[in-house]
């Protein structure tokens, strides 16, 4: 394992050396669309999204770069497929990164003349999908003599070998594919064999359901194993729901605090309030707040007491009305009809406490 992680420059933003592991998203309107595109760069960006990414399909898509990075909140990645002028293009307009698969861009010159335009400029992300594996490559997987992860890590390190070697080193590298087995296989074998940072995802994950199940088992299996310097959860959903997914799947892998940690009892035979509603109540009532706390939502007095202790403010149901706690005390008895507005009053009660603190 490779443990030192190359530091790779992303507009105002890091991958890899001690950096937080990083959020990213793309984008799903016609890039060229300067509205449509910015306005959902913004929700992305509101949402807690920290590196965008906008497909580049065209040269109406490139015209549109200069003004996308301009008013862009969030650094601008293009994705390039084909056409290494496109690139090259989307470079000059001042991108922050190109995601390009070097396999498809017409030969080794075309990848070189990428380089050059990047250097010092923009990062490159080589991004290799084991549906677009090179010849060779498929040769040897038929002859048995490589399994499919093993190929893309080793093209993936051929690519970014020909880059270092041309001095060219801003360089990050993504191992996807719809199998979350291959994907995994695939990233912890590239870890081994560079210093490269690795952008993780599984491709064509799926609906927001499948999506999410699919990613979090294949992002937090590597995450859990430090291997990862950004994130992107491919969902066939709002792209920002994409980042809601990445904001769970680091809070649960303990590597980044990304706002309020929400736990709530499954209920069980001893439940007598309307937990499900009261926790997607609550649920939705902390999604914007980034202050790094713990909110317990439990059916019951059995449990719940125990666990809102833990909690730093926490609901435990009753009959027809619940408890509620802050740092371990219980602070007030309320009807069930009342819970969700006085949990909000001591919730912002914290927060203010919390951002007090932070202050002194
Ligand atoms: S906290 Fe209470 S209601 Fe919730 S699952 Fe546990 S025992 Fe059941």
Do not use: W
Not at 78 to 93: C, G, M, Q, T, V
Not at 151 to 175: G, P, R
Not at 309 to 316: P, S
Request: hydrophobic share 40%; aromatic share 4%; charged share 25%.
């Amino acid at each position: 394992m490779v443990k030192q992680i190359r530091r790779v420059k992303i507009g105002s933003l890091f991958l890899g050396g001690n950096e937080p592991v990083l959020i990213q998203s793309m984008t799903n309107t016609k890039t060229s669309d300067l509205k449509a595109t910015l306005n959902q760069i913004n929700s992305l960006y509101l949402a807690g999204c920290e590196i965008v990414r906008v497909a580049v399909p065209t040269k109406d898509d490139v015209l549109a770069l200069k003004t996308i990075v301009a008013n862009s909140p969030l650094p601008v990645v293009a994705d390039i497929h084909f056409n290494y002028l496109l690139a090259i293009a989307a470079i000059e307009a001042g991108v922050h990164k190109v995601r390009i698969n070097p396999g498809n861009l017409g030969g080794t010159d075309n990848l070189l003349s990428v380089a050059k335009a990047a250097k010092g400029r923009a990062a490159i992300r080589v991004g290799v999908n084991s549906g677009s594996l090179p010849q060779n490559k498929i040769d040897l997987i038929n002859a048995g003599r490589l399994t499919r992860a093993e190929a893309m890590a080793e093209t993936a390190k051929e690519y970014s070998d020909f880059l270092d070697d041309n001095d060219f080193h801003d360089i990050v590298v993504s191992l996807k594919a719809s199998d979350v087995s291959t994907t995994i296989a695939a990233n912890r074998k590239f870890r081994t064999l560079t210093d490269i940072p690795l952008h993780l995802g599984v491709t064509e994950a799926g609906t927001l359901f499948s999506g999410t199940v699919k990613s979090a088992v294949g992002l937090g299996t590597l995450l859990m194993e430090g291997i990862g310097e950004t994130i992107r959860v491919s969902l066939t959903a709002d792209p920002t729901e994409e980042i809601k997914v990445a904001k769970e799947i680091l809070k649960a892998c303990g590597i980044r605090r990304l706002g309020v940690n929400v736990i709530a009892c499954p209920t069980c035979g001893r439940t007598n309030i309307n937990l499900a509603e009261l926790a997607k109540s609550v649920e939705k009532m902390v999604e914007s707040i980034t202050e790094d706390i713990t909110v317990a939502v439990m059916g019951c007095a059995v449990n719940g007491p125990g666990e809102a202790r833990e909690a730093d403010l926490g609901i435990a149901g009753g009959k027809g009305e619940g408890l509620i706690f802050v740092g371990g005390e219980v602070v007030e008895k309320a009807p069930e009809a009342e819970l969700l507005k006085r949990f909000q009053f001591h919730l912002g009660k914290v927060i203010e406490e919390k951002r007090n603190d932070r202050q002194q």
